[in-house]
Structures are given as structure tokens and as C-alpha cells.
């Protein structure tokens, strides 16, 4: 059950149409989407808007159109994505790595629990000093900024999630099935290919497709490690606002959230869930 | 290849937990042998250290010659139907059906003319592209067993299959595997906490309890000679009387408050020390009896009638102590009243006597 259908039941099991506090809820709701979803309004209104400075709103494409123009963000979202993927890859294998270590390797007492624990700690942990590590430890190691070092500060950022999700997925999975498996006579790799791996395959899917939104729309790591020609774009986005707001940084915000949400509608759809 | 299968003394622990204790038998090819007893019994983990899926603490496995105690699960020819029939839920009823098939490298035509054949055998021709969550619980079962004996295995191995079945399909399902079982001529170990199944299905039960053997037998012997207390009172209902053992002259005594069982003497108690006996309510009569053998008779109160319908319990109050009967109704007109007094009667061999 998703969080949403939670909430739905709460909402319906205590709104009666008839009660005079249906009003007042729906009203409630109304005016809390209206605040999570007010901000990216305003960017997408702006997007469409013609007049630069004007106080008038009228409806362009134009800026979406000089975007093909705009090398520096075109190049910034490029990268953006290929940093995504490889996160992607990376982030997920090591996830379903540390998964099955966690759920299934014979731990000594005690150890297992802390094992846990150290995987998702970092969850709580501020970002920035994420960054300012990865920036001394790669400019000591001579590498500096660039794609490796962002790259890895990813990895290390979207690593407990999708540990988290591949995680739920080992736990409830049926150990029958890989003793019937074994029992017909796979061997312990072909078992984890033929059962193990499929009975996985929504969480995996998941933890890969939230590893790359995670990526993608990182800011306080990249903004960090990035430099020498490697800008991911929500750093580029940054470096434009501070000056002034160019309308095609609307226009770029908008096909950033179009992405984000079309791979997050994509994972909540595999999920099944 | 009549292999049987032995175990020798095999004993797991997990952890400070002793599952299994020293438990040695053998099945002969072809035999349909049970493993009854109440849950943490420890046949669940029997069957597993068959199946591989468990280490033997202590003791070995062997099948035929071969000593199979440490090989791998994916090497036995042994296969297992599972309690929740673990059906791989990604794949359709042939893939699941032809996965043994697929493992020992079969190839794609034989694999599906067998998966078809095997299919007609469990009555399901032709559902080779279903999904598995397209199936009922009975239908689920019977490609579980497909999956299971598509690789001919010798020694098939069924962890309580029919438990999660509604009662008349559990009915149907127990004479068709016997008859299964039968035809193929595979040995099958069986685990099941249901006495009744176990009686209906079984050549030979082996009873667990706490981790050991208490008792092996074929279903008669179990029933009608249960030989310690556990085994008399987990399988049916019966009258257990502790008291006593008197020798007298040519025979012996047990004298359980009221009433006195006659036994044959008994060589491993001595006089004056206690021993229990077992009686089956539907072996005791009401008013005396002309059998063959030595008959027992008391008389009695009836206390309390319990009609059930095609029986009736009827309670007997002997100077203190209560004997419950079963009497078939014929005609309720002639069941006992409350109240009244009555002669109780049985052939002595019905009575058994526990050693445990």
C-alpha cells in the first residue's frame, strides 16, 4: 500500500460528505497541495512567459526553442544524465550486494544489527560534509573535480536508498522458492538467476530508477566536486540564478521535473506497490 | 535401483535447540511412510536433512549405497513439495513444470511433450501458458506435485502438501496421491500433523515427539496398539487408566481406582509398581459380550450421553472412575439413560498397555 492510498483511506474512513467538517477538510487538502505543488507552478507558469521584466503574462515557447540554442545547458543536462546512469548501475549493484549480505549472511551476534545500522546512518547525515570530504580526499589524491569524484559522491548519496529498497525485497522473499530450485537441481548461481533475481526484479527495478532521480537532481555534492568543464546541471541551473534569472532556466527546470517525473511515475508503476 | 533410504541416528541441533534426536529408520522403494507428530515435533526438519536443505548435526543420511548426508540439494534425486508449494510466481505452469527438466539440460521438445504428459497425469492437460496466480489452491497443489515428479526422483518428499486444501478437497487429494504413489512406485516420505491423513495414506507412521521416534508402525499398529501414552492420546480419542500393577497367579492386574483392568503379565514392570493402560472408546460395549477371546467386564452408571449423530459418547462412572464408550446409533430409542446402571465389556486384547 502506498503512502497515498494510506492516507486516502484515513481521509475516507472519517469524512462524511453529510458532516460540515467534509468541507473543511477537503478545503485542508486543497490548500496542502496547493503549497507542495506552488513553487513548481509558479517555474512552469514562468516558463511560458513572454515579457522578460513585464507585468503582464503572455503565453511563448520561445524559450523552450532558444534552449536548443543554449550549448551550456544542453551539454550541463547531457552530463547530468550519463552521471545518472552510471550512478544507476553502480548504486543498484552494490545495493543488491549489501541487501543479501545484510538479510543473509551468518553474522556473530550483535554484528549483524550494527551492520545495518552503518549502511543507513549516512541517510541522516548532512550532505555538505559529504561534499567537503569528497573535495579534500579527491584534490589530495591529485584528481580533483570532475566526473569520477561526482560519480562516486552519488553513489554514496543514493547507496542506502536503494540498499532500502532492494532490502525489503530480499526480506520478504520466499526462501522456499530457491530451496525448490536447488531442490530440482540448480546450482546456487543458476538458482540466483533463474528464481532469486526475477522474484527481485520490481525492487531492483526501483532502487535503480530512484538512484538515478536521486542523482540527477543532486546539487549540494556536485556543487562540490564539479569543475573543469563537468557541471551537472542543477549546479549550472545555480550559477545562473545568482546573477539573474534567465527565462530558459525556467524553460530547463521544466524538462528536469518532466524527467524526474516520468522516471519516478515509471518506478511507482514496476513497484507495484 | 531399489535404493532405500536410511537414516542412522541423525540428530540436528540449531543453535542450543535439539530439532532431531538420534532418529534412525529406513523406507523401503516404494514405500509410503509418514512422519506424524504435533508441530515442533521435529519432522519438518527430518524431511529437510532428506531434502538437503539441513545439515546433520550428528548421524547420516544414506540412500542405497550412497551416503548423501553432506550433498548438496541440487545433487540428490530426491524431490520435495512444499507446504506453500513455492511455485516460481514469475514463470508460467510449463516453465515451473519443466524446471528440473531444464536443469539436468533436457531439450525443448522432449521437455515440453513430458511437461504435457505430466500435466495430463494431475488431471491439468493443456495449462501449460497459465500463470501461476490464475490457478486455485487445488490446482496449485497438483502442478507442485508435477514439478516434483517430473524429474523421477527416487524418494519424493511432501512437507504437510495438503495442509492449506479445504476438507473435501484434502479428501480427494489424500486417495489420489496414494493411488499416485502407488502406480509410480516412488517412495514417498510424508510429514503431516493430521492423524487422520496419515492413517488413510500411510504403509508405515513413524510418531515424533521432541525430536525422537516414540513409535513406528503400520496404521493399525499405531492405532490399535499404541504403545506410550503420547502415541494413545495424540492418535484418536482413548481411555487412559493409570493405576497399579498386581501379579496374580496365572495373570496380572492394573487396579486403577475402580476398576481393575486384567492384562497379561508383564515382565518389565514388578509388582506394585504403576503402569498406565489405554482403551479405545469404540472397542468398549455396552451389556456383556460373547467373544472369542478373554472379556473384560465392569459394571457401571451411565453418567452423560453425547449423541454426535452416527455415535454416541457414552460417559460410565465405575466407583469413581469414568470410562467413555462409543456406541453406534442404530436406533436412538435403545441409547442408555443417565442414571442408569449398566454392564461395560471388551476383549481384553484391546487393552493396551503403555510403557511411556
Known amino acids: 500500500m502506498s503512502v497515498a492510498d494510506g492516507i486516502r483511506d484515513r481521509i475516507g474512513s472519517s469524512s462524511d460528505p453529510n458532516d460540515g467538517a467534509g468541507g473543511g477538510l477537503k478545503l485542508a487538502a486543497l490548500l496542502t497541495y496547493l503549497f507542495l505543488y506552488g513553487p513548481i507552478l509558479v517555474v512552469v507558469v514562468m516558463s511560458f512567459d513572454a515579457g522578460r521584466y513585464g507585468l503582464r503574462w503572455e503565453f511563448t515557447t520561445e524559450w523552450y526553442a532558444s534552449l536548443a540554442t543554449r550549448s551550456d545547458l544542453i551539454g550541463s543536462l547531457w552530463l547530468s544524465v550519463q552521471i545518472g546512469i552510471v550512478v544507476m548501475i553502480v548504486s543498484t549493484v552494490l545495493a543488491v550486494i549489501a541487501a543479501f549480505g545484510l538479510s543473509r549472511f551468518d553474522w556473530p551476534k550483535r554484528k549483524g544489527p550494527i551492520a545495518t545500522y552503518l549502511i543507513f546512518v549516512p541517510l541522516t547525515l548532512p550532505l555538505i560534509i559529504y561534499g567537503i570530504g569528497l573535495f579534500v580526499f579527491f584534490t589530495r589524491l591529485g584528481i580533483g573535480r570532475g566526473f569520477l569524484p561526482i560519480v562516486v559522491g552519488h553513489v554514496l548519496y543514493a547507496l542506502p536508498f536503494a540498499t532500502l529498497v532492494v532490502g525489503a525485497g530480499v526480506i520478504d522473499l520466499d526462501r522456499s522458492l530457491e530451496e525448490a530450485a536447488m531442490d530440482l537441481g540448480a546450482d546456487p548461481l543458476t538458482t540466483f538467476r533463474e528464481v532469486t533475481l526475477p522474484a527481485l526484479m520490481p525492487n531492483i527495478v526501483a532502487a535503480a530508477l530512484f538512484s538515478f532521480t536521486l542523482s540527477f537532481d543532486e546539487f549540494l555534492i556536485s556543487f562540490f566536486v564539479s569543475g573543469s568543464g563537468a557541471v551537472p546541471l542543477p549546479v549550472r541551473i545555480w550559477g545562473m540564478v545568482r546573477a539573474d534569472i534567465e527565462p530558459e532556466v525556467y524553460a530547463i527546470s521544466v524538462v528536469v521535473l518532466a524527467i524526474s517525473i516520468a522516471v519516478a511515475a515509471l518506478a511507482t508503476k514496476l513497484r507495484r506497490f | ?356
Open chain 2, 1 to 356: 535401483m531399489a535404493s532405500t533410504l536410511h537414516l542412522d541416528s541423525v540428530t540436528k541441533d540449531f543453535g542450543d535447540v535439539r530439532a532431531v534426536e538420534g532418529v534412525s529408520f529406513d523406507v523401503e522403494q516404494g514405500k509410503f511412510l509418514t512422519l506424524l507428530g504435533p508441530s515442533g515435533c521435529g519432522k519438518t526438519t527430518t524431511l529437510r536433512m532428506i531434502a538437503g536443505f539441513e545439515t546433520p548435526t550428528e548421524g547420516c543420511v544414506r540412500l542405497g549405497d550412497t551416503d548423501i548426508t553432506a550433498q548438496e540439494p541440487y545433487r540428490r534425486p530426491t524431490s520435495m513439495v512444499f507446504q506453500n508449494y513455492a511455485l516460481f510466481p514469475h514463470k508460467t505452469v510449463g516453465e515451473n513444470v519443466g524446471f528440473g527438466l531444464k536443469m539436468r539440460d533436457v531439450p525443448r521438445d522432449e521437455r515440453s511433450d513430458r511437461v504435457a504428459g505430466m500435466l495430463e497425469l494431475i488431471e491439468l492437460p493443456g495449462i501449460e501458458d497459465r500463470g501461476i496466480d490464475e490457478l486455485s489452491g487445488g490446482q496449485q497443489q497438483r502442478v507442485a506435485l508435477a514439478r516434483a515428479l517430473i524429474t523421477e526422483p527416487e524418494v519424493l518428499l511432501l512437507d504437510e502438501p495438503l495442509g492449506a486444501l479445504d476438507l473435501k478437497l484434502r479428501k480427494n487429494m489424500q486417495v489420489e496421491l496414494k493411488n499416485l504413489q502407488e502406480e509410480l512406485g516412488i517412495t514417498f516420505v510424508y510429514v503431516t500433523h493430521d492423524q487422520e491423513e496419515a492413517l488413510t495414506m500411510s504403509d508405515e507412521i513413524i510418531i515424533l515427539n521432541d525430536g525422537e521416534i516414540e513409535q513406528r508402525g503400520t496404521p493399525t499398529e499405531i492405532y490399535e496398539s499404541p504403545r506410550t501414552r503420547f502415541v494413545a492420546e495424540f492418535i484418536g480419542d482413548t481411555n487412559l487408566l493409570d493405576g497399579t500393577y498386581v501379579e496374580n497367579g496365572s495373570g496380572a492386574t492394573v487396579e486403577c481406582g475402580g476398576v481393575d483392568v486384567p492384562i497379561d503379565s508383564f515382565s518389565a514392570v514388578t509388582d506394585g509398581q504403576s503402569l498406565s493402560v489405554s482403551i479405545r472408546p469404540e472397542k468398549i460395549e455396552l451389556g456383556g459380550r460373547t467373544g472369542n477371546g478373554t472379556t473384560v467386564t465392569v459394571g457401571g452408571e451411565v453418567k452423560d450421553v453425547i449423541y454426535q449423530g452416527n455415535v454416541a459418547k457414552v460417559h460410565v462412572d465405575i466407583d469413581g472412575t469414568e470410562l467413555v464408550l462409543e456406541q453406534q446409533v442404530i436406533d436412538t430409542v435403545n441409547l442408555p439413560t443417565p442414571g442408569s446402571e449398566c454392564t461395560l465389556s471388551w476383549d481384553q486384547e484391546n487393552t493396551n498397555v503403555l510403557t511411556g
